[in-house]
């Protein structure tokens, strides 16, 4: 196992176009979050999975960000009609169990960019 | 709402000194578990020590070492004998029952050789 995996690494996109990422966890990690991450701040909850389940979506997310995780493997993210204040760092994590003190494992994210 | 605050953006230590990194959080649970989290320049967030609220003894991983105090909802982080691979953000987090993540805004450190 090569620890959470994200897809693509890098992203540019012009204002408008609709971008896609894709985050394999670990392997029979049951939970899955999505957090958004900026320049010299800390990462920002964006919405998390238990399997399938959706569990929380961040009121920080708009309805242009939509996210899915078929059969509870990985998980897609997507952003509609993309806006400059979109550019971030996408920070996805997954870990096993219901347990509070369960290790995140994150992965190495994806960064998009606006233009 | 559940917040979780680093007063210091950024500090500096000499290589084999000890820093002492803040972190203060509010919440009104009683049963939580607390984390720092270490991201290096263009790598990956990793866990460095966790903390659970109901343990009075405070959490140690070799040179990690961590301050709680559950009343004053404090949860310092204090690294001993600074090394150049220490020089990273860290990011102090909380995470209550099965709730999600909440992170810090970080602290940047740099380790002066």
């Known amino acids: 196992d090569t620890g959470v995996s994200q897809d693509p690494r890098h992203k540019i996109t012009k204002r408008g176009q609709n971008v896609t990422f894709r985050c394999d966890p670990i392997s029979e990690h049951n939970r899955l979050y999505w957090y958004r991450q900026t320049l010299g701040q800390g990462p920002e909850f964006l919405t998390y999975?238990?399997?399938?389940?959706?569990?929380?979506k961040s009121r920080l997310l708009s309805d242009r960000f939509s996210a899915e995780r078929p059969k509870g493997s990985f998980s897609t993210l997507e952003i509609q009609r993309t806006e400059q204040g979109d550019s971030a760092m996408y920070l996805c994590?997954?870990?096993?169990?219901?347990?509070?003190?369960?290790?995140?494992?994150f992965g190495q994210g994806t960064r998009l960019t606006v233009v | 709402a559940q917040t979780v605050t680093q007063s210091q953006p950024e500090m500096s230590v000499q290589e084999a000194e000890t820093v002492t990194l803040s972190c203060t959080y509010d919440t009104s649970e009683s049963d939580y578990y607390l984390f720092w989290y270490k991201q290096p320049p263009s790598r990956q967030m990793i866990l460095v020590i966790r903390q659970e609220a109901y343990k009075q003894q405070n959490a140690t991983e070799n040179r990690f070492s961590v301050n709680f105090q559950k009343a004053a909802k404090s949860f310092s982080l204090k690294i001993s004998d600074s090394q150049l691979g220490d020089a990273a953000m860290y990011f102090c987090a909380y995470r209550i029952r099965d709730d999600k993540i909440i992170f810090g805004k970080g602290t940047r450190l740099h380790i002066l050789p």
């Open positions: 999975f238990q399997n399938e389940a959706q569990l929380e």
């Open positions: 994590a997954s870990s096993l169990g219901l347990m509070m003190n369960t290790e995140a494992f």
